[in-house]
């Protein structure tokens, strides 16, 4: 007997061993974009825990923000035969293939969290445009629609950065007296929002009232420049996640407030809708918002 | 005078230097503050105090790719050291600085012991450091730190901010090592024909990983003073730095093929760098266009040292 057929014989056994697995309890596979997001990080362990307590078997792959990774990710969910995939893209466009590709096997798939260009069998998440819109009526709000405003942007191209800034802009045209004075880009970063944070005081020093970063890392940033250079008080900051530091700044009565996006209740749901498919189940709707929630302390 | 100043191998940087400083001037009355100059100051400090320790390490011949990563992990541990009332500062500075110079030491002795091009080695750890960063960490930032830490990062003695202060000191550091001693001298020799170096008594191996080591050391100040700075340890902080550094390196006229360079070169280039970010944000130059105006200058800046060099000769 030869190598080959040792693994042969091996893998049968394996694929057997697998199938009987399968006929008592429903398997969900699920890819994820990056489990180095503490966002994501979240997510996941929500499907995790209502894995758990539904009796469904979960396997969980990181797709390491490479959607051709997340493609084969999910090529192989295909070939392992799983009850239902779900996917929380890596990108709009490139990771639409791997939803293709579920439903030409027929496998029922759920997006969760970020939308592709082929339309899934469901989708769970919430608007990024909706969460600046809050954000920015909530500034409208505090500086009664009369006012200079900064906007630290995301990576610049990314979807939820385009999706935050159309948001922002969709409140901003309606108060004519809200003067967006420059909107720069923080890279997600905290570091690099203080130092554009330092040299937007330097240019607009008193006369900036509001600042909207577009997520929470970033809006810490400006908070910290701002304190240092003891004008904090005279600035309301608000940015989007709703990340436990944001939380905690918020509470200190530093960063103003924070929009937060239910990380656990996206990937329930997801999980719950992935199962109903499963069971070739009707759902009622295809399409579930999860609402945002303002957090302005305790 | 003129003399003097074309001998300078650092005329070409410092022309173009004083050319951006002026153009912001005129642009905008915002620029040339004694406020925005300290802000400048205090911005560039993490990026210099990398820049300067991987000057050695250009010199030398090698590069080192690992910088921002081995800056996260150090951001991490000091932070983690010095969460509230944990261990006194000086010690979780000690044993930071440790950490940076043992991944540093890493650094030097693959490269010295496998002869795998130092592009591949820091790659490799580059990589290692970022997930390292992010075990330490469990992915999240960690706050609540020692109000002492917030003090040297955003703090000031006698007017001026902490983090400049720390700047010069490297410097003077710095130029002494690489101008005054006998390891700045064999440093210099390795990178411009190390079989020669060797021939002529140089340890060679030894002397490459003190390079390494010392562009740990200052990898792991700067991840201190960027902790500090943003008053959390970040695993992601630090994310493509070691361009920004290598960048200002090469821009002060440091040779890519080692051999040659200088510390104020160095700063030089940290300080284009710096001045261009800092104009851009001032004049409100749209984000997209920041991009592409920030390569150009670079390219330009390194076109007109070239072009200095030659009217040396």
């Known amino acids: ?298 | 005078m003129k003399k003097i100043f074309l001998k300078s191998p650092t005329g070409g940087i410092f022309v173009a230097l004083v050319f951006v400083c002026l153009l912001f001037s005129g642009l905008t009355s915002k620029f040339f503050t004694p406020m925005n100059l300290s802000v400048i100051l205090n911005q560039v400090s993490v990026n210099a105090i990398l820049a300067f320790g991987v000057t050695f390490v250009i010199i030398s011949g090698g590069i080192d790719l690992s910088l921002g990563s081995l800056l996260a992990v150090c951001g991490v541990v000091v932070a983690l050291l010095s969460q509230q009332g944990e261990f006194p500062l000086a010690f979780a500075f000690l044993l930071t600085l440790v950490v940076g110079v043992l991944m540093g030491a890493f650094n030097g002795f693959v490269v010295v012991l496998t002869k795998v091009p130092p592009f591949i080695v820091t790659l490799g750890t580059m990589t290692i450091g970022r997930g390292l960063a992010l075990l330490l960490s469990n992915g999240r930032p960690i706050s609540d730190l020692n109000e002492s830490l917030n003090v040297l990062g955003n703090g000031t003695v006698g007017g001026i901010p902490i983090p400049i202060l720390f700047l010069i000191g490297s410097f003077i550091i710095c130029q002494i090592i690489l101008t005054k001693t006998v390891f700045g001298r064999y440093v210099k020799a390795i990178g411009g024909n190390e079989m020669a170096a060797f021939v002529s008594g140089v340890r060679v191996n030894r002397i490459k990983i003190y390079v390494y080591m010392l562009s740990g050391f200052f990898a792991a100040l700067a991840g201190i003073l960027l902790t500090a700075r943003i008053n959390t340890g970040q695993p992601n902080a630090g994310l493509g730095f070691e361009l920004d550094a290598i960048a200002a390196v090469i821009i002060g006229g440091t040779s890519t093929r080692g051999g040659k360079g200088t510390i104020t070169g160095t700063l030089l280039g940290v300080l284009f760098i710096g001045v261009i970010n800092n104009g851009l944000d001032l004049i409100n130059v749209s984000a997209y266009w920041q991009q592409v105006i920030m390569g150009g200058i670079i390219i330009l800046a390194v076109v007109l040292d070239l072009v200095y060099q030659k009217l040396k000769k």
């Not at chain 1, 500086?143 to 950065?161: D, E, F, R």
């Not at chain 1, 810490?220 to 905690?248: C, N, T």
């Not at chain 1, 929009?259 to 199962?275: D, F, T």
């Open chain 1, 1 to 298: 007997m030869n190598i080959k057929s040792v693994f042969a014989v091996l893998l049968t056994v394996g694929c057997m061993a697998c199938s009987e697995k399968k006929n008592d309890k429903l398997v969900i596979g699920v890819s994820m974009l990056s489990m180095q997001n503490e966002f994501i990080q979240q997510v996941a362990d929500a499907i995790e825990k209502s894995g758990k307590t539904a009796e469904v078997e979960i396997i969980i792959v990181d797709a390491e923000r490479s959607s051709l990774k997340q493609v084969e990710q999910v090529e192989s969910f295909i070939s392992q035969q799983v009850d239902a995939i779900i996917l929380n893209p890596c990108e709009f466009e490139a990771s639409s293939p791997a939803v293709e590709k579920a439903q030409q096997a027929k496998i029922p798939i759920v997006n969760v969290n970020s939308s592709t260009k082929s339309k899934p069998d469901a989708f769970v998440g919430s608007d990024d445009a909706e969460s600046a819109k809050m954000a920015m009526e909530l500034i409208a709000k505090h500086v009664q629609g009369k006012g200079n405003i900064l906007m630290i942007q995301g990576y610049m191209g990314q979807a939820a950065q385009l999706d935050r800034e159309r948001g922002a802009k969709a409140v901003l045209a309606k108060y004519p007296d809200l003067k967006l004075l420059a909107s720069q880009t923080g890279e997600w970063d905290r570091a690099k929002s203080m130092s554009l944070m330092e040299n937007w005081i330097q240019s607009y020093g008193n006369d900036v009232q509001a600042v909207f970063a577009q997520n929470d890392e970033m809006g810490m940033g400006a908070v910290q420049a701002l304190m240092d250079a003891k004008i904090k008080p005279k600035v309301y900051v608000v940015s989007i996640d709703g990340i436990q530091d944001a939380r905690k700044s918020v509470d200190q009565g530093f960063l103003n407030a924070t929009i937060i996006q239910n990380a656990e209740k996206q990937g329930s749901e997801s999980l719950r809708l992935a199962i109903a498919l499963a069971k070739k189940q009707k759902i009622s709707q295809s399409t579930m918002l999860i609402p945002f929630e303002i957090y302005m302390g305790k």
